[in-house]
């Protein structure tokens, strides 16, 4: 089946240094791609999103880049903080079916003082 | 606003028990949805509702019922709980402008024994 992974499933950075966290997806028909970020003991916090007609798009110190040609999805958080701490997920989806999300397994983001 | 609530935060049911997990939300949003989380993975799916009186299936709907009876809550019931469905569980809510721009409750810990 389709499918959404990511290649590291713990990264650990220092303090106000930058993180980049991968995921690679399986769908081609995937059009429309979403990081999410959880906090322990937290629901997911939704940080950014992406469509397929776009290869960058920033945030507030978060840029998502996707690579439709690899099937690849980055998120680069600049000087990561400590707050900064926590499981990011990407997900991926058609958009117009539904809204049914497919979320990867996760990367723990632990960042050090 | 309250956001999207759920209750309760713990739960141990014996094999076979049913019962049902509470989501509400305040924010008038269209979309509902839950998800089961477990160990080291994602989430996934399990039912959603895009309005009042419209329910669908997710990846896993096995074993779960839905109802969306008003806007504001939609419950999920466990019909026979049995030890897979052990995990945390998380309701969210969107709006129909942006359907994946998922609002998060804080989750339900379920343990079956």
């Known amino acids: 089946g389709e499918s959404v992974g990511l290649h590291l499933p713990t990264l650990s950075v220092q303090e106000g240094d930058n993180s980049i966290i991968n995921c690679a997806y399986s769908?081609?028909?995937?059009?429309?791609f979403i990081w999410y970020k959880q906090e322990s003991g937290k629901g997911p916090q939704f940080i950014i999103d992406?469509?397929?007609?776009?290869d960058k798009r920033q945030g507030q110190r978060v840029t998502v880049l996707l690579n439709k040609t690899v099937k690849h999805l980055s998120l680069q958080i600049a000087a990561t903080q400590p707050g900064d701490s926590a499981v990011y997920f990407c997900?991926?989806?058609?958009?117009?079916?539904?809204?049914?999300?497919?979320f990867g397994q996760g990367t723990e983001l632990s960042v050090k003082p | 606003n309250a956001g999207v609530t759920q209750t309760p935060k713990f739960q141990v049911l014996k094999t076979g028990q049913s019962m049902t997990l509470q989501c509400a939300q305040d924010?008038?949003?269209?979309?509902m949805s839950w998800y089961r989380q477990d160990p080291g993975m994602g989430l996934r799916l399990i039912h959603y509702?895009?309005?009042?009186?419209?329910?669908d299936q997710g990846e896993v709907p096995n074993g779960y019922n839905v109802s969306r009876s008003t806007t504001e809550d939609f419950p999920l019931r466990l019909l026979s709980a049995a030890p897979s469905q052990t995990s945390v569980y998380f309701c969210?809510?969107?709006?129909?402008?942006?359907?994946?721009?998922?609002?998060f409750g804080p989750g339900t810990r379920l343990t079956v024994t």
């Open positions: 969210a809510s969107s709006q129909r402008q942006a359907p994946y721009e998922q609002y």
């Open positions: 769908n081609s028909a995937s059009d429309y």
């Open positions: 992406i469509r397929s007609n776009m």
């Open positions: 997900a991926e989806t058609v958009y117009n079916q539904g809204g049914k999300l497919i």
């Open positions: 924010m008038n949003h269209e979309y």
């Open positions: 509702s895009v309005g009042a009186g419209i329910t």
